[in-house]
């Protein structure tokens, strides 16, 4: 560390604004956010989620606003999640996989009109099964991982063929990226890329996504499959499988929680390294500038700022529209 002069006064360097931003070290702009969007079947459907405000299911025609919104903005992409009704649930999860699914119709309506814009879409089974679990489960009621696996591969094959980009397995299924890769390499999806939710924990900032997903389990809970909040080290090995089963790009979420985790993975890793901003963080900050505690715009601002100093290269974010307009 080089030696600081007992004269060296550090006010002079942040009196002026103008210094200010040219000294700053770490900056946000429109293409480090990702948008994820709620899909329902239905049409003209945007519907305020209770839990988190400012935040809409919407139906397909809707999505394609909010995209032409991101496009506006210059946001590269949108993450999708299909919220099914109750009728449409089983066991399995196989409304996941159908060709004609609401994720695959949305996929491809998108790419219709925005070819440019990258379709991220959710790998999972929790918004489909009639349990809330996220994958088969045995006669146990444990997860039945290599069932889940043929599943998850039948759910990556369709998400291709409808023109998904980027598949983000978030079940954390123990071989689940190799299971993925290998299917869609089979069927000449080469360039289908994975973003693997691998260091992901069981985080009580999930709430409001599990409402407006409508994917709480009905028993128990998902720390049988999900990372302890209190391990580290785990991580690196979370990490270190997914990228040799060849995972293309990392996730850690949450991420404020997670600080540390992600300038870890960031210290280890030269992949590209994603954040998720989970919904109870966005929900948090959201209560507490409605409640009068907090000022929205600094707040949010700066929690993605700390996101993106900590290591991340891209984040997820319910906000990134309105970061978006202030940034710009």
Not at 145 to 172: F, H, K, W
Not at 265 to 275: G, I, K, N, S, T
């Amino acid at each position: 560390m080089t030696p600081i002069s007992s004269l060296h006064r550090p006010r002079r360097l942040r009196r002026q604004s103008a210094i200010r931003a040219l000294l700053r070290e770490t900056g946000l702009r429109s293409t480090d956010f990702l948008l994820p969007i709620f899909l329902v079947d239905g049409q003209g459907i945007r519907s305020e989620i209770s839990s988190m405000p400012g935040v809409f299911r919407h139906s397909i025609d809707s999505a394609l606003q909010l995209c032409a919104e991101a496009v506006a903005r210059e946001i590269p992409g949108v993450l999708l999640f299909g919220v099914m009704d109750s009728q449409s649930k089983d066991a399995q999860g196989s409304a996941s996989w159908q060709s004609d699914g609401l994720v695959q119709r949305a996929s491809l309506a998108i790419k219709g009109q925005f070819p440019d814009l990258l379709v991220l879409a959710d790998a999972c089974f929790c918004e489909y099964t009639d349990h809330g679990h996220c994958g088969v489960l045995n006669a146990h009621q444990d997860r039945d991982d290599p069932a889940t696996l043929e599943n998850l591969q039948r759910l990556a094959l369709s998400y291709a063929e409808a023109g998904v980009d980027v598949i983000a397995p978030s079940g954390m299924v123990d071989g689940m990226v190799q299971a993925i890769r290998e299917i869609l390499d089979a069927a000449r999806h080469e360039n289908v890329a994975i973003l693997s939710y691998a260091i992901k924990y069981a985080s009580a900032f999930y709430g409001p996504f599990r409402d407006a997903a409508d994917s709480a389990p009905s028993f128990g809970d998902r720390r049988a499959y999900q990372m302890d909040p209190a391990n580290r080290r785990e991580a690196f090995r979370e990490l270190q499988l997914d990228l040799a089963e060849g995972a293309d790009m990392i996730m850690v979420k949450p991420a404020l929680a997670y600080l540390d985790l992600i300038r870890d993975v960031r210290e280890r890793c030269d992949f590209p390294l994603f954040a998720y901003q989970v919904s109870g963080e966005y929900s948090m900050l959201r209560a507490a500038s409605q409640a009068g505690f907090l000022d929205w715009q600094g707040a949010l601002l700066e929690s993605l700022l700390a996101i993106k100093r900590a290591g991340a290269d891209g984040i997820i974010s319910y906000a990134a529209l309105e970061a978006c307009d202030w940034l710009s």
